[in-house]
């Protein structure tokens, strides 16, 4: 009885609320759209829960994404990887992510988001766990294949899954929220590593055989895969997706808990009656659907596919998708490839200021003389232990991050998104031009601060504009098309840097800053979005 005089009472609040808003409250509340059911669902509880869950798949990511560079320095020594083999290892996550971008893009545009983004922590989830058994190298590069394969899905779906449950006045606030937990996942993975793969832990497992720590270390970090899969089971799929396929009664039903959730009122106090679909001419009702044969599905299937990306590829979405797939190009071939190398460069200062004390070096300096010494010097020992100065440089550089990815939904929303995508971009070219006058170790790892401070948040930045410049039935797939670009740039830039870093030094350094910087060039011609406050 009080929970029904409760819903009678907020009914009426919302009527008298509506009334002094000089808004017509019964024709919303017989027939909404999104913006508006999602308004009438309130802000508050459920979204709270919700970033809790992507943010945690999104430190998945992070922690599936960059696990590799922990493990090599052990698994070469029970692989006797060559630097080829090194090479193949590093690539293959990349492939892999490049054959699961459209894959996923297409089952989360036709099967819903939360399906798409449960069934690549799935398959991620299966690889890590299957290559932590591995004993031969050729399993465990299949293994990284399909790792990077199946977390590429929900790292570029999860942005999507996370905005459709949000009005335009929340949207861009919780997605940059959502920066902050890849930074969780990148700190969390060092400290892990450091705990697993020391030099004690190492040197206490040398006598059981092929059961090394790094296998330990690669099974702990498929478990946040499962953990997230679990999790995301219990959270609906989107509202904005099931308005879009026609399912309306479903997405009510989505709205309704997001009420009875935000507001504490019973789910049939929620006003609106009646959802405005965006396929405003699918009538088609779930029993007639049912009826239609399997293969007039698939041919249906197929059809709308077909016609999708006939649509993404005409005005004025082929020119978006084409400035959003160069700029993930350019950000990834520099982030993916001097981040994986930031280690090494710091060995080699170590191992240069050691032998040449109260003298200065500059990266390339210091490649070049690396390179003479190793073609003198060479010995068949394999010591698989991590250099603890590694794993604290990585955490540093993670923890540089945090202001960034705290202050990012801030300058979205002060300066819009376009504005904070140019500036981040084009700072981030002048900051890897810089790294050809740094003159020590201290100096390069402050730039190296800097640096990934500013290019981890782009990405999620670039999303954010896809999720604005894309209507829902072309977002999945522009999202997996520009993340494959991405994933396309970071192999890129590993080639070209593995080739040149110890031969001409400086052109990969110009190649990557003049991406950056013609990156944000070309962000220039995205439209204005956002609603932006005024600066006083």
């Known amino acids: 009885m009080s929970s029904t005089r409760r819903a009678m009472e907020y009914s009426s609040f919302l009527i008298i609320q509506e009334k002094n808003d000089n808004v017509d409250f019964i024709e919303k509340a017989q027939m909404a759209d999104f913006e508006t059911a999602i308004h009438y669902s309130r802000y508050g509880k459920f979204q709270r829960l919700l970033l809790a869950v992507c943010g945690t798949i999104y430190a998945t990511c992070a922690i599936s994404t960059t696990t590799l560079s922990f493990v090599l320095p052990s698994a070469q020594c029970d692989f006797n990887l060559s630097s080829l083999d090194k090479g193949k290892l590093s690539a293959m996550p990349l492939i892999g992510m490049i054959f699961g971008c459209s894959l996923w893009g297409s089952i989360a545009d036709s099967q819903g988001r939360k399906v798409a983004i449960m069934l690549s922590l799935l398959v991620d989830f299966l690889a890590a766990l299957v290559s932590s058994f591995a004993q031969t190298f050729q399993l465990f590069l299949i293994c990284r294949f399909f790792n990077g394969f199946g977390i590429i899905g929900a790292t570029s779906i999860i942005f999507s899954y996370l905005g459709e449950f949000a009005s335009k006045k929340h949207r861009d606030i919780m997605l940059g929220r959502l920066e902050v937990f890849w930074n969780v996942g990148v700190i969390i993975l060092p400290g892990l590593a450091w705990v697993l793969l020391n030099r004690t832990l190492l040197e206490s497992f040398n006598d059981h055989g092929n059961f090394s720590p790094w296998r330990i270390f690669v099974l702990v970090c498929s478990l946040p895969s499962l953990i997230s ?76 596919v077909a016609a999708d990306v006939k649509t993404l590829f005409s005005q004025p979405y082929v020119k978006y998708l084409g400035i959003t797939s160069f700029a993930d190009f350019g950000l990834m071939a520099s982030y ?115 640096f990934e401070a500013l290019t981890s948040i782009l990405e999620a930045v670039i999303f954010c504009v896809i999720v604005d410049l894309f209507p829902t039935n072309l977002r999945a797939i522009a999202l997996a098309v520009t993340a494959s670009s991405g994933r396309i740039g970071a192999i890129f830039g590993n080639v070209v840097f593995g080739l040149l870093i110890d031969l001409k030094c400086f052109v990969p350094i110009y190649i990557f800053g003049t991406l950056l910087i013609a990156s944000g060039m070309l962000c220039v011609a995205i439209p204005r979005t956002d609603n932006y406050l005024v600066i006083h």
Not at 376 to 385: I, K, L, S
Not at 390 to 407: N, R
Request: some cysteine; glycine content about 4%.
């Open 229 to 304: 899969l679990v999790m995301l089971y219990y959270l609906p799929e989107t509202p904005k997706f099931l308005i879009s396929k026609g399912q309306y009664e479903k997405a009510k039903l989505v709205f309704q808990k997001m009420f009875a959730s935000n507001t504490g009122y019973p789910y049939y106090a929620y006003p609106v009656m009646t959802l405005e679909g965006e396929n405003e001419n699918n009538n088609n009702t779930e029993e007639i659907i049912k009826q239609i044969p399997l293969n007039v599905k698939i041919y249906e299937k197929l059809c709308s």
């Open 336 to 450: 993916c490839t001097l981040i994986m190398w930031f280690p090494e460069i710091f060995e080699r200062f170590n191992e240069y200021e050691l032998a040449h004390p109260n003298t200065t070096a500059s990266v390339c300096t210091v490649s070049e003389v690396n390179q003479d010494e190793n073609a003198v010097f060479f010995t068949e020992f394999c010591d698989p232990a991590i250099n603890s100065r590694v794993f604290l440089d990585t955490i540093i550089i993670g923890l540089s991050c945090i202001p960034t990815s705290v202050s990012l939904s801030f300058f979205m929303k002060k300066f819009g998104k376009k504005f904070v995508l140019i500036i981040g971009l084009m700072m981030s070219g002048f900051c890897t031009l810089s790294l050809n006058w740094v003159q020590n170790s201290t100096e390069t790892l402050v730039l190296s601060c800097v």
